[in-house]
C-alpha cells in the first residue's frame, strides 16, 4: 500500500511540474507566433503576473513598470478589466523605427509596442 501511495504522490508531482513547464514559452517558440498570438501570452502573462514568463519578453523598463504595479492592491481591479482575447494590432511607426500596437479589449484598454528583430519578439516601452 505505500508503495501505491508513493507512486501516486511522484506521479502527481511529476505531472504538476510539467504542467508548470508548458506554461513558460522560450523567446524561440514565442518567435514561431504570429504577432496576435504573442500579445495574447504576454496579455495572460501580464493578467496572471508570470512576471518569469514576462522577463525575457520585455524591455527592462516595460519590465520594471509591471514588477512594481503588480504588487499593488489594484492590481487586480486593473487585470480584471482587460480582456486578452479581444486584441487589436496596428501597424505604427515613430520616426525610423517600426512596431505592431496590440489595444486589448475590456474597460481597461490596455496596449502594448511589440517589435520584432532578428526574428524574436519583445514588448517595448
Known amino acids: 500500500m505505500k508503495f501505491l501511495k508513493v507512486i501516486g ?3 502527481f508531482v511529476s505531472f504538476g511540474l510539467s504542467a508548470c513547464g508548458d506554461s513558460l514559452k522560450t523567446q524561440k517558440e514565442l518567435s514561431e507566433f504570429s504577432y ?7 496579455c495572460n502573462a501580464i493578467t496572471d503576473a508570470n512576471l518569469e514568463q514576462l522577463k525575457s519578453n520585455v524591455d527592462d523598463k ?9 504588487n499593488k492592491d489594484e492590481f487586480s481591479d486593473f487585470v ?8 487589436t494590432l496596428t501597424e505604427k511607426s515613430k ?8 489595444t486589448f479589449g475590456g474597460k481597461a ?7 520584432k528583430k532578428d526574428g524574436f519578439y ?4
Open 109 to 115: 484598454k490596455f496596449r502594448f509596442a511589440i517589435i
Open 9 to 11: 504522490i511522484a506521479s
Open 122 to 125: 519583445s514588448v517595448v516601452s
Open 80 to 87: 480584471d478589466n482587460i480582456d486578452c482575447s479581444e486584441v
Open 95 to 102: 520616426g525610423s523605427k517600426k512596431f505592431t500596437l496590440a
Open 62 to 70: 516595460f519590465f520594471k513598470r509591471m514588477q512594481k504595479i503588480s
Open 36 to 42: 496576435e498570438e504573442f500579445a495574447n501570452t504576454i
